[in-house]
T-cell receptor, first 116, second 110 residues
Framework: DAGVTQSPTHLIKTRGQHVTLRCSPI?????VSWYQQVLGQGPQFIFQ???????GRGNFPDRFSARQFPNYSSELNVNALLLGDSALYLC???????????????FGDGTRLSIL | GNSVTQMEGPVTLSEEAFLTINCTYT??????LFWYVQYPGEGLQLLLK?????DKGSNKGFEATYRKETTSFHLEKGSVQVSDSAVYFC?????????FGKGTRLHILP
């Protein structure tokens, strides 16, 4: 079975632009979460979606938004890009939401976003 | 708020040495605890987990015990191999969020 897939693999944007990152979860997984991993740091939680509804939000500005589609795939959108948004963006999926406590997440390989 | 603190790296050991990577957490209630590993050039993989106090997670020779009295989840392995070289992340899951530590880079010398 395919794992979590993310696209694109790499992306270069300039300040002020908008970006959309895409994630397809493992088949049967209904929860998708997004993370930002700055070089040398641990992943920072951005959003969790479950059954197309937002279930959790990290400490990120409103420039960051996301949605989940009926097939459980997800998009992360970032507006008005800043240099500090340069990072690896990770998507993870699990069968059930994080609040059920026991769900390990399966991660994709990420999208590396560079802001010039 | 909830947080995870793990020992800073890099940690360099010789093959067959004993490994401990310390992890402590701050959280309300009873979070679930995880160790993830990121091998060079690869994505994050779940290494082991524990969901309640005194649980011991184990996988690939690694172990960690959920200690509520000391709010710790230290990662241990009795005899490391060169192939264990990677970055290790401690994490907790609570209230629809998962929080990661900053990661510890491990180098194993042959």
């Amino acid at each position: 079975d395919a794992g979590v897939t993310q696209s694109p693999t790499h992306l270069i944007k300039t300040r002020g632009q908008h970006v959309t990152l895409r994630c397809s979860p493992i088949s049967g997984h209904k929860s998708v979460s997004w993370y930002q991993q700055v070089l040398g740091q641990g992943p920072q939680f951005i959003f969790q979606y479950y059954e197309k509804e937002e279930r959790g939000r990290g400490n990120f500005p409103d420039r960051f938004s996301a949605r989940q589609f009926p097939n459980y795939s997800s998009e992360l959108n970032v507006n008005a890009l800043l240099l500090g948004d340069s990072a690896l963006y990770l998507c993870a999926s699990s069968p059930r939401p994080l609040d059920r406590g026991t769900q390990p997440q399966h991660f994709g390989d990420g999208t590396r976003l560079s802001i010039l | 708020g909830n947080s995870v603190t793990q020992m800073e790296g890099p940690v360099t050991l010789s093959e067959e040495a004993f490994l401990t990577i310390n992890c402590t957490y701050t959280a309300t209630g009873y979070p679930s605890l995880f160790w993830y590993v990121q091998y060079p050039g690869e994505g994050l993989q779940l290494l082991l987990k524990a969901t309640k106090a005194d649980d011991k997670g184990s996988n690939k020779g690694f172990e960690a015990t959920y200690r509520k009295e000391t709010t710790s989840f230290h990662l241990e392995k009795g005899s490391v191999q060169v192939s264990d070289s990677a970055v290790y992340f401690c994490a907790l899951s609570r209230d629809d969020k998962i929080i990661f530590g900053k990661g510890t880079r491990l180098h194993i010398l042959p």
